[in-house]
Each structure stands twice: as structure tokens, then as C-alpha cells.
């Protein structure tokens, strides 16, 4: 089979992320044979390659590759990301802040640079799905909000200062209380929930 031939397949099967496995289990080849057709389609520039055995179509939207990044665990974009995506904050970030039960990770791929934090399963909530296909995942922004919080003592030091935000109309502060509510740990619920009151004292709600 030709090359263009298995990208004109590939692209008819309509996947948003196409894994190595698939590929050999689909054309009935060996893993290695798949993956070399895989490079060969990639250097032509029509898929590229965002983690080991995981490929992409060029057009993906970036702000779906948390997700793909940390397969099999569940990721939503959040943290500064989403604050901007809601328009909470004026500067663009320079990557794609996200956050997941999986382990925290940071990603360089020829789409986009993706930062994974890791958060308890039970405080894995207070998203939104805001694409057809469901594969957009995005915090609200109470949850983008609190989720900062949540990651403040996080050995990393990204998120140990918080950008100028401004609430949407829409924002609303008891939601966010019952999230700060909903985190197991008694010491972290605390922290998290007095760096939100400090905050909302501070922009006068």
C-alpha cells in the first residue's frame, strides 16, 4: 500500500489521536511496519507525532492535547489557561496549563508546550465540555480559580503568585466555596480556602 494511500484511510476514519497499535491492528502489519509508515507520514508533515506512539492531524485544536497527552487518565485545560480562555486574565500563556490524576508531566510537542498537574480523583470536577465531540474539556472559571489555589504550594512554584483576574458577571463566589468544600484534606482545604477569601476581600466582592 501506497503512502498517500494510508493517510487517505487514516484521515477517513475521522480519529482525533491515532495510536501506533491501531494503526497495525487496522492495516493488519506489525508494530514496527506501522510505525515507520507513521515517521514516513509525519515527515511529509501531514500527522505529527505528540508522544510515543500517539500521532495527530495537523488542524487539531491544542487546547485538546491535554487529554491525549495523559491517556488513559482523564486531563481538563485549567489554570492559567482557562482563566484566559474565559477572559479572566489579559496576558496569553505561554503553554497549555492543564490538570489530571495522572502524574504531573510537562510536554514539548511541535503543537504546543502542555504542563499536567496532578490532583486527588475525588477533586477531579468543574469542568466543561465545549466542543460536539465532547474532547474540549475546560474548567469553569470558579474551578480555574480554585484549582490555582489548589496547586499553590506545589513544588514547582508555578502558580505561587496569581496574575490580575477579573471575575466574569457570571462568576459565582458560592459555587467555588463548595468546591474549596469538596477537598479531602483537611490542612489543604484550609490553605485553599484562605487564600480565596484573601482574594475576594482584596478585588471587593
Do not use: C
Request: no cysteine; net charge positive.
Amino acid at each position: 500500500m501506497k503512502l498517500f494511500e494510508v493517510y487517505a484511510e487514516l484521515k477517513q476514519l475521522n480519529i482525533p489521536v491515532i495510536q501506533t497499535s491501531d494503526v497495525a491492528a487496522y492495516f493488519d502489519i506489525t508494530i514496527n511496519h506501522a510505525n515507520k509508515l507513521l515517521s514516513r507520514i509525519a515527515n511529509a508533515k501531514q500527522i505529527i507525532h505528540i508522544r510515543q506512539s500517539a500521532w495527530v492531524f495537523p488542524d487539531v485544536d491544542a487546547l485538546t492535547l491535554p487529554q491525549f497527552l495523559t491517556a488513559t487518565f482523564p486531563a481538563y485545560v485549567s489554570l492559567q489557561t482557562a482563566l484566559y480562555f474565559h477572559n479572566m486574565i489579559s496576558q496569553i500563556p505561554d503553554v497549555i496549563y492543564a490538570v489530571s490524576i495522572a502524574r504531573t508531566r510537562f510536554y514539548k510537542t511541535p503543537i504546543a508546550d502542555v504542563s499536567i498537574h496532578h490532583i486527588q480523583p475525588s477533586f477531579f470536577f468543574g469542568y466543561e465540555e465545549k466542543s460536539v465531540d465532547g474532547l474540549l474539556k475546560i474548567a469553569t472559571p470558579e474551578k480555574a480559580l480554585i484549582d490555582i489555589f489548589y496547586l499553590s504550594q506545589a513544588k514547582s512554584g508555578f502558580f505561587k503568585s496569581l496574575p490580575e483576574v477579573e471575575l466574569p458577571k457570571s462568576f459565582k463566589v458560592s459555587t467555588a466555596r463548595k468546591m474549596i468544600d469538596a477537598i479531602p484534606s483537611v490542612r489543604k482545604k484550609t490553605l485553599v480556602r484562605r487564600l480565596f477569601e484573601n482574594f475576594i476581600e482584596k478585588i471587593g466582592n
